[in-house]
């Protein structure tokens, strides 16, 4: 039975991304510097799409419940160490699998949104659609002007600021200096890239390990948990018990789309941002790296790395 003092570790655990959790969506309502820019940049004059290809419910059911719902009904029902699922041990063993697995999505998904949200609003960068909601009023421009050199060939070729917007719904305003990096594809690749490095592990979908191919092909003795020398019957069965099996073999081709489907469903929402003219490539280049960063550290602070071919979390600490 865990003990009290373990018990409140990971509950504080759970806290930490809890706290982290609520500071991202303070940052989030934080105004947002006001970058410079010229009326007539191309980049920022796209049309503001009302409809986004991927709603805000859609994305967060694709990139946290389904993660969530896919994590725990894997480790529960997936594939086990022990044959007996009914087994005490067996029960105990599956809790920690959840707790700890969630617990590296938990960090994946708090740590990247603290850090998409602060950016955003520190560099205040405009999105592609931005002059659609600023509605410029161009008889102020002079008023707001703040540098440029270009009034010799139009009044208008100079940078203005934030000030010569007339849109009146601030918020809206706001959101269009929120476009680095991209926060939707920060998220999708957090939850999503998370996800595909569980189930990479877990249904053992990774390369082949040489070193064990080439152990058992050079016919290294393989030992017991007490030091003892493995029969032949033993070293199969232990094996089989402790899932590193196929650690020298390739995996079956029908495990392949495992893996791949989570990392589509990221690269389909990211590239979304690009097509509806909320975020600029780099922006979107930029948030799927810093959630692959956070998702790989989530992943690893509560699992053996891939190579391991271990299906299981590291053990609860003592």
Known sequence: MASRRLIISYICEWLIIIVAAAIALALSSVNPDYHHFSLL???????????????????????IVLPIVTIV????????????????KHQQRSLWHVNASLLGLGVSLAT??????????????PRPDFLARCDPDLEQITAHTVGGYGQTISN???????????????????????????????????????LSLYLAAIFNV???????????RDGVQQNDEAGEPLMQGDERIDDERSGVDKSAVAPPAYLLPLPYVPLGLAIFIAG??????????????????VGTTTAWVGYRLYHPPLASHLREPWGPRK
Request: glycine share 10%; net charge positive; with cysteine.
């Open 272 to 289: 979304t941002r690009y097509f509806d003219f909320r975020n600029h490539g780099f922006d979107v280049l930029a948030g799927s790296a």
């Open 112 to 125: 990247s949104t603290i850090i998409f949200t602060g950016v955003k609003n520190l560099s205040g960068k």
């Open 41 to 63: 940049d191309l980049s920022i004059s796209y049309p503001h799409r009302e409809k986004a290809k991927v709603s805000l419910g859609l994305f967060l059911f694709l990139t």
């Open 73 to 88: 009904f894997v480790s529960v029902y997936g594939p086990r160490r022990s044959t007996r699922p009914d087994n005490w």
């Open 156 to 194: 208008l070729w100079v940078m203005v600021n934030g000030g010569v917007c007339k849109q009146p719904d601030k918020s809206f305003l706001n959101d269009g200096f929120r476009s680095f990096p991209s926060g939707y594809a920060t998220i999708a690749f957090a939850g999503l890239w998370y």
């Open 206 to 216: 990774v390369p082949p390990s040489a070193t064990k191919y080439l152990q058992r």
